[in-house]
């Protein structure tokens, strides 16, 4: 991480996007406004500023921005080299120490009120304060450039790569077509890989295989959901129990999920009045199922490992 050091001062206060300030703390130019960058560089590590008392703020990228200064009443123009563009500081700021390292025979001369940055004997910048008053504020004003500052290039080499993806990544032979027919783009087939395509088509491995029921009970699918809007009857959620073999659906409704063990038990009861016997019982082993409650149920009615016993499965680790 690269720190950017700033004098305090110009974190506390608002000015227009036009402005620049003279900071003798600043170790680079910074700009606020991205759109006035000629040129941008973004960032591919962490930079950040950090103020004199001790706040960082994340720069975004550097580049070059074009100012005009005010010099015996007329207009020049000065190209700002490495000035960083920081989103989070509210003034844009003149480096003095960067002005003087790129121009060895540079100073800034400055009184109570007045401030002037010259190379050589020439007077490039001026700047001006009230008393008391903060930063020179220099008598300059941003130039916009005149094109974009970020511009999406796509060349021949990634056409078809690019008209692939716009179109929903159909058939790259397909989209070739279209091109020469429809645009009379002209583009090669090319065997690079689409990544999209690549994760669009993968799929699951397979869960495993289990053995066919064959009568009633032999495996249960139970789930519970909810919650809901709650009904007239204070009714939040349900758990369902599915036979496997017959398909059959029991519902219960209930106002908590730690009804769960006890429509559990009346389930289990109403099978084996029915004249079937549960055998496995397949959950997504939630915590509504994952508890000592139904444990003790099934350790109560049924005594592993006999015929009898229930189990608690995950249908995706069987």
């Keep these: 991480m690269l720190l950017l050091i ?71 123009r000065i190209t700002l080299t490495d000035v960083w563009c920081v989103p989070g500081i509210k003034k844009n700021l003149f480096s003095v120490l960067a002005a003087h390292d790129k121009h060895p025979d540079s100073q ?43 511009v999406n290039v796509t060349g021949k080499e990634n056409l078809l790569q690019l008209y692939h993806e716009r179109l929903g990544h159909q ?59 709650e009904s007239m009857s204070g009714f939040r959620y349900f758990v369902l129990f599915k036979d496997d073999w017959t398909k059959f659906r029991t519902i219960y409704f209930i106002k908590e999920k730690s009804e769960v063990a006890e429509k559990l038990s009346q389930f289990i009861a109403e099978t084996k009045t029915t004249g079937h016997l549960i055998k496995e019982l397949l959950s997504d082993n939630g915590k509504e199922f994952d508890n000592r409650s139904k444990e003790n149920l099934t350790k109560r009615r049924y005594k592993p490992p006999s015929y009898d016993a229930i189990y608690s499965r995950t249908e995706w680790n069987k």
Aim: aromatic share 8%.
């Design 171 to 229: 058939n790259k032979r397909h989209v070739k077509s279209l091109l020469d027919r429809e645009f009379n783009v002209t583009v090669k087939m090319d065997s690079e890989l689409c990544e999209g395509c690549i994760y669009g088509k993968a799929h699951r491995l397979p869960f495993g295989t289990r053995e066919k029921t064959t009568k009633p009970g032999e495996r249960i699918h139970t789930d519970v959901c909810g919650p809901f809007e």
């Design 108 to 150: 800034f001369l400055s009184t109570t009120e007045i401030g002037n940055f010259k190379v050589g004997k020439d007077v490039v910048l001026v700047g001006v304060r009230k008393r008391y008053g903060g930063l020179f504020k220099l008598a300059v004003r941003s130039v916009k450039p005149t094109s974009p500052n970020e």
């Design 6 to 76: 700033v004098t305090s001062p110009v974190m506390n206060s608002e000015c227009g996007a036009d402005d620049w300030y003279v900071d003798n703390g600043a170790t680079n130019h910074i700009s606020s406004d991205k759109s006035y960058f000629k040129t941008l560089q973004p960032f591919t590590t962490a930079h950040s500023v950090t103020t004199a008392n001790g706040e960082r703020i994340e720069a975004n990228g550097k580049g070059e921005v074009d100012i005009e200064a005010a010099i015996g009443g007329k207009w020049h």
